[in-house]
T-cell receptor, first 114, second 115 residues
Framework: DQQVKQNSPSLSVQEGRISILNCDYT??????FLWYKKYPAEGPTFLIS?????DKNEDGRFTVFLNKSAKHLSLHIVPSQPGDSAVYFC?????????????FGQGTRLTINP | KAGVTQTPRYLIKTRGQQVTLSCSPI?????VSWYQQTPGQGLQFLFE???????NKGNFPGRFSGRQFSNSRSEMNVSTLELGDSALYLC??????????????FGPGTRLTVL
C-alpha cells in the first residue's frame, strides 16, 4: 500500500526552463508535506515544505503547490540549473498517526541538460 | 551549527553478526527518527524517539531496535544480520516531537553491507 506516489521515475529538463515534479497521496490524514533532494550515498537535503492549511509555499526558485481535493502536490523549480540534477523525494506526515514518521514516494530523478 | 552526524559512514558485516549505528542530532534537536533506504523498497521508516522513549515503530522485525540517550543521541541495533539488511541507514532529527510543522533534517547515512 503505497500512500505516497511519484509516478515519474525520471525527468529531463533544459537548463533555464521550469522543472515540475509531481506527487500524489492517498492518506487524507497527511497534514504536512516536504520535498527533499538527494545525491547518491548522501542523506536527503530538505528543500521546502507545506502545511495542509496552505495551497502554495515559495522559497527562492522553489515553489510547492498543494491541491488537497485532488490529493496532489507539485514542486516547481524556476529556473532550472545544472546543480539541480538529483533525485527528488516527496514525503508526507500525519501529526495524528505518527508525529515524526515520514512516508516517502519512490523518487524522481531530475536531469538538467545544459 | 553542525548538522546531523552518523557513525560509522561505511560498515561491512557478515550474516549472523550484529551491528550498532550511531546518530548525533543537530544541537538542540530532541527528536530522532531512523529510516532504511534500499533500491527495492525506497525510504522506509524504522522508528522515532523523543525523551528517550520510542514513540512510533515501522514495520520491521524485532531484530531492529534502537534507543535514545539523555543527550538526544541515538543508536540503532540490528541483530542476526541478513543479506537483505544491506542498505543505507539514515537518521533524521527535528526540534521537538508532535509539532506538525517541524522539519526533519537528515544525516549523511551509514552504508551497511552484509556479506
Amino acid at each position: 500500500d503505497q500512500q505516497v506516489k511519484q509516478n515519474s521515475p525520471s525527468l529531463s529538463v533544459q537548463e533555464g526552463r521550469i522543472s515540475i515534479l509531481n506527487c500524489d497521496y492517498t492518506n487524507s490524514m497527511f497534514d504536512y508535506f516536504l520535498w527533499y533532494k538527494k545525491y547518491p550515498a548522501e542523506g536527503p537535503t530538505f528543500l521546502i515544505s507545506i502545511s495542509s492549511i496552505k495551497d502554495k509555499n515559495e522559497d527562492g526558485r522553489f515553489t510547492v503547490f498543494l491541491n488537497k481535493s485532488a490529493k496532489h502536490l507539485s514542486l516547481h523549480i524556476v529556473p532550472s540549473q545544472p546543480g539541480d540534477s538529483a533525485v527528488y523525494f516527496c514525503a508526507a506526515r500525519s501529526s495524528i498517526q505518527g508525529a515524526q514518521k515520514l512516508v516517502f514516494g519512490q523518487g524522481t530523478r531530475l536531469t538538467i541538460n545544459p | 551549527k553542525a548538522g546531523v552526524t552518523q557513525t560509522p559512514r561505511y560498515l561491512i558485516k557478515t550474516r549472523g553478526q550484529q551491528v550498532t549505528l550511531s546518530c548525533s542530532p543537530i544541537s538542540g534537536h530532541r527528536s530522532v527518527s531512523w529510516y532504511q533506504q534500499t533500491p527495492g523498497q525506497g525510504l522506509q521508516f524504522l522508528f522515532e524517539y523523543f525523551s528517550e522513549t520510542q514513540r512510533n515503530k515501522g514495520n520491521f522485525p524485532g531484530r531492529f531496535s534502537g534507543r535514545q540517550f539523555s543527550n538526544s543521541r541515538s543508536e540503532m541495533n540490528v541483530s542476526t544480520l541478513e543479506l537483505g539488511d544491506s542498505a543505507l541507514y539514515l537518521c533524521a532529527s527535528s526540534l521537538v516531537y508532535g509539532r506538525s510543522t517541524d522539519t526533519q533534517y537528515f544525516g549523511p547515512g551509514t552504508r551497511l553491507t552484509v556479506l
